[in-house]
């Protein structure tokens, strides 16, 4: 009996220590880190802060204090709420009596009511949003057409155009924060959309003024389009294009798949690689359409496809189809650098061209290439040969401009008059 109770205190001796030891650990050596510190860094006039503290184990109480010359603020002050290890607060330095200039930012961790880790982070208060001056900006677009600004900031600044939920970025183009940006108008944006500009300094100050820029209406062809009779060319085609056995599809379900789904995805990796843009300015001049081609389709043409009497699905053609004899050669259509020639699903063999300052041509639905990726080509040099690869019904080539990876209407593009007047200025001091 007496090694009975000697064993029980041994073991109990032991799981206490273990107690003693595991937290001793905790608080001595395991000590908590703070995530997200560096939004502290910069102050603007109102900014929400998300600090993470982990682990959050014994820590009931967190303050951080901004000190400024002889001032001290506390900016928040509490434990972390339950089941989360986080803590949220909200800083408008002016409200709180800090002036725009350099910061001092201690957040102070207490555990088990006295223990303590300090955190000091060096901020900047910028509590001014940048200024803006509109230098050039056309007086009016079309929708389905495209723009281009020149604007001076007074203070370094990541600048865009906003058309509705599209933005269009700018380019720094000296140092005295002059930028530039073209823009492109979505054919389905209303007309009476206000196209704004938004400059956002270094501190997260915004800035957003409307650009002046009128929107006009453009009246884009409705075209019925008739699967039945190209049920046979078109079920090869989709089956390509889908990778399996449409036995366990039905050609309708196979086709809307195809038309709408695949289509997505493909103008979603056009606008990933329209992102892709040099800072600089590598074509002169209007683009070129392909030497004696002829119109099939035109840009913004709104498309219903039919099947044996009943509409099975639509779209919205964002290009020029363009078509000559069968294989005819494709010249590029103004220098630049090539960024993808490839298989792009719905486009088929594709190659598109980087002009720079975000403006790139595309041209889909090709049999062969002459070019590859990183390669430079000069205007009029052969890139491809035409086919109907893809979701083509037919030898021709669909033809885009692209900024920042929307399609917009190439028809102003081939335009040199268009070109000298809405383009050009934008690159005048």
């Known amino acids: 009996m007496q090694g009975i109770k000697k064993a029980v205190r041994t073991l109990v001796l032991i799981a206490l220590a273990g107690v003693i030891a595991f937290t001793v650990y905790n608080l001595f050596f395991f000590k908590p880190k703070v ?9 603007p006039k109102r900014k929400d802060i998300t600090l993470t503290v982990t682990p959050r184990n014994y820590v009931d109480l967190i303050t951080v204090t901004a000190y400024q010359g002889p001032r001290e603020v506390i900016l928040f002050r509490g434990g972390l709420p339950e ?9 408008e330095p002016k409200e709180i009596g800090l002036r725009d200039g350099p910061a001092r930012i201690v957040v102070e961790v207490r555990r088990f009511y006295v223990l303590r880790e300090s955190f000091e982070v060096q901020a900047i208060v910028d509590t001014e949003p940048p200024r803006v001056r509109i230098i050039y900006a056309p007086y009016v677009v079309r929708q389905g057409g495209s723009g281009a600004v020149r604007v001076k900031a007074s203070e370094e600044v990541d600048l865009y155009v906003e058309v509705g939920e ?3 970025r700018s380019y720094r183009v000296s140092e005295d924060n002059v930028h530039i940006a073209f823009f492109g108008v979505p054919p389905d944006t209303p007309v009476r959309e206000v196209i704004k500009v938004v400059a956002v300094d270094r501190a997260g100050n915004r800035t957003v003024i409307p650009l002046g820029t009128g929107i006009r209406r453009n009246r ?5 389009i008739d699967l039945t009779r190209r049920e046979k060319l078109i079920r090869t085609k989709i089956y390509s294009l889908l990778g399996g056995n449409l036995e366990e599809m039905d050609f309708v379900t196979a086709f809307r798949k195809v038309n709408e789904e695949l289509r997505r995805r493909d103008e979603e990796r056009i606008r990933e690689i329209g992102r892709r ?4 300015r590598l074509w002169k001049g209007s ?3 392909m030497p004696g081609s002829k119109v099939l389709s035109y840009y913004g043409e709104k498309r219903t496809y039919i099947y044996k009497g009943k509409v099975v699905s639509r779209s919205r053609h964002l290009g020029y189809d363009l078509a000559s004899v069968r294989n005819s050669r ?7 650098i090539v960024v993808f020639a490839g298989d ?6 594709t190659v598109i061209i980087d002009h720079g300052f975000g403006v790139m041509s595309l041209y889909a639905h090709l049999a062969d290439f002459k070019v590859r990726e990183g390669e430079r080509v000069k205007k009029g040099q052969i890139i491809g040969i035409t086919d109907m690869t893809g979701l083509a019904f037919g030898d021709h080539l669909h033809f885009s401009i692209l900024i920042d990876g929307y399609e917009v209407t190439p028809l102003e593009w081939w335009d040199p008059k268009w070109v000298r007047m809405r383009i050009e200025p934008v690159f005048s001091d």
């Open 277 to 280: 843009s040099k800072p600089e």
């Open 287 to 289: 683009f070129i359409q």
């Open 220 to 224: 884009f062809r409705r075209v019925t």
């Open 83 to 91: 089941r989360t290890n986080q803590i949220t607060f909200r800083v």
């Open 166 to 168: 599209v933005r269009f």
């Open 330 to 336: 494709v010249p590029a259509a103004n220098s630049g």
């Open 344 to 349: 792009l699903g719905i486009y088929g063999n």
């Open 35 to 43: 995530v997200g510190l560096e939004q502290l860094e910069k102050l």
